[in-house]
């Protein structure tokens, strides 16, 4: 699957999303938010001018999400900005229920925003014994390498593998291979290594 696979997945299937900023206390906020539209830009969605939520997008600039479905999920972590009203009846017109929560021209209370610069990922675990991930890049944010990954010091002992809860070393070279669309990041392999081969990054 692509970023547009991504996208189509989390707007138009997922569609509902927990989404989290920083509340005027310091503390993380989340809030239900129904990504409405997705494009080659990245992922919209409306919030109105007199919540707390439109303040700390303005001030912010920056939102956490996930959602999930059928045990996938898709996480994205990135930058947003304000486009007003722009794609506002595009949005109303796709999405319907939202011209019954807001008739007539009170939509006039909205703001669209875009998530335009993000990074994320997606995990499916619907067949638990062999999960897959993959990274979603929205723009192009800064890029950031997570995971485990093994370095020049192995000597092929396979103790890694050996509690591996998903088997996902590739132990027929030396050094050992993580195939990082399988790994679930739990870091057992980097506890038992005896040679500190393996590198956490991120
Ligand atoms: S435990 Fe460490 S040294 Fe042994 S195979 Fe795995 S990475 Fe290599
Ligand atoms: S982090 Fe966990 S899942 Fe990933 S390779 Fe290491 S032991 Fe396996």
Same mark, same amino acid.
């Given at each position: 699957?692509?970023?547009? /696979?991504?996208?189509?997945?989390?707007?138009? /299937?997922?569609?509902?999303?927990?989404?989290?900023?920083?509340?005027?206390?310091?503390?993380?906020?989340?809030?239900?938010?129904?990504?409405?539209?997705?494009?080659?830009?990245?992922?919209?969605?409306?919030?109105?001018?007199?919540?707390?939520?439109?303040?700390?997008?303005?001030?912010?600039?920056?939102?956490?999400?996930?959602?999930?479905? /059928?045990?996938? =999920?898709?996480?994205?972590?990135?930058?947003?900005?304000?486009?007003?009203?722009? $794609?506002?009846?595009?949005?109303?017109? $796709?999405?319907?229920?939202?011209?019954?929560?807001?008739?007539?021209?009170?939509? =006039?209370?909205?703001?669209?925003?875009?998530?335009?610069?993000?990074?994320?990922?997606?995990?499916?675990?619907?067949?638990?014994?062999?999960?897959?991930?993959?990274?979603?890049?929205?723009?192009?944010?800064?890029?950031?390498?997570?995971?485990?990954?093994?370095?020049?010091?192995?000597?092929? *002992? $396979?103790?890694?593998?050996?509690?591996?809860?998903?088997? *996902?070393?590739?132990?027929?070279?030396?050094?050992?291979?993580?195939?990082?669309?399988? *790994?679930?990041? *739990?870091?057992?392999?980097?506890?038992?290594?005896?040679?500190?081969?393996?590198? $956490?990054?991120?």
């Amino acid at each position: 699957m692509n970023k547009n /696979d991504y996208l189509k997945l989390l707007v138009e /299937d997922m569609h509902s999303t927990t989404v989290a900023t920083i509340g005027a206390d310091g503390h993380p906020q989340t809030r239900t938010i129904d990504m409405m539209l997705w494009d080659e830009q990245g992922v919209y969605f409306l919030t109105a001018k007199g919540k707390a939520f439109y303040s700390q997008l303005m001030e912010q600039k920056y939102i956490a999400l996930s959602a999930t479905k /059928d045990k996938k =999920s898709v996480s994205l972590r990135g930058k947003v900005q304000n486009i007003g009203s722009e $794609k506002l009846d595009e949005m109303f017109e $796709k999405n319907p229920y939202m011209q019954e929560i807001y008739p007539g021209d009170t939509r =006039s209370a909205l703001k669209v925003f875009r998530l335009y610069e993000a990074s994320g990922e997606y995990f499916d675990i619907s067949d638990p014994s062999h999960v897959t991930r993959d990274s979603i890049i929205i723009g192009q944010p800064e890029a950031v390498v997570i995971g485990y990954f093994v370095g020049g010091a192995c000597i092929g *002992c $396979k103790l890694c593998y050996s509690v591996c809860p998903q088997k *996902c070393i590739n132990i027929s070279t030396t050094p050992v291979v993580i195939d990082q669309s399988r *790994c679930l990041h *739990c870091g057992r392999c980097g506890s038992i290594c005896p040679k500190q081969a393996i590198e $956490k990054r991120g």
